[in-house]
């Protein structure tokens, strides 16, 4: 198991819009792609020099191969639509981290 990790410092100023788009259009479109299991999104809780919010999104995706199906058929589009809705408001970057173990109670 993969989980593809999008960590983004928004702007202040477009905060919340943001997080409404998010949750109710971003994250959607993202596991409608039919590649993620479910993704969980966390709220950076350290202050960050440069200003705005930092959030953590994690898509927990099967194996190698789905997330680079991802990579080629849909990253490109849903990307452009954050720069599309909220151009020079953010920063991104991604890392892929595989899940090594998991403990439940």
């Known amino acids: 198991m993969l989980i593809y990790n999008v960590t983004i410092n ?3 100023s477009v905060h919340d819009k943001w997080l409404v788009w998010m949750r109710d259009k971003h994250i959607p479109d ?3 792609t039919g590649k993620f299991s479910h993704a969980k999104m966390v709220k950076v809780l350290v202050e960050e ?3 705005g919010v930092t959030y953590s999104i994690q898509y ?4 190698r191969q789905t997330l680079d ?3 080629r058929e ?10 599309k809705n ?4 953010f920063v991104a970057f991604r890392t ?5 173990s998991q403990q439940i109670p």
């Not at 927990?60 to 194996?63: G, V």
């Not at 909220?86 to 408001?89: D, E, G, Q, T």
């Not at 892929?96 to 090594?100: A, D, K, N, Q």
Request: charged share 35%; net charge negative.
């Open 96 to 100: 892929e981290l595989e899940v090594i």
């Open 86 to 89: 909220f151009p020079n408001k």
């Open 74 to 83: 849909d990253a490109s589009r849903l990307r452009a639509e954050a720069q």
């Open 69 to 71: 199906a991802y990579y």
């Open 49 to 51: 020099d440069m200003g």
């Open 60 to 63: 927990t995706t099967k194996d």
């Open 30 to 32: 993202m596991l409608e």
């Open 10 to 12: 928004i702007d202040e």
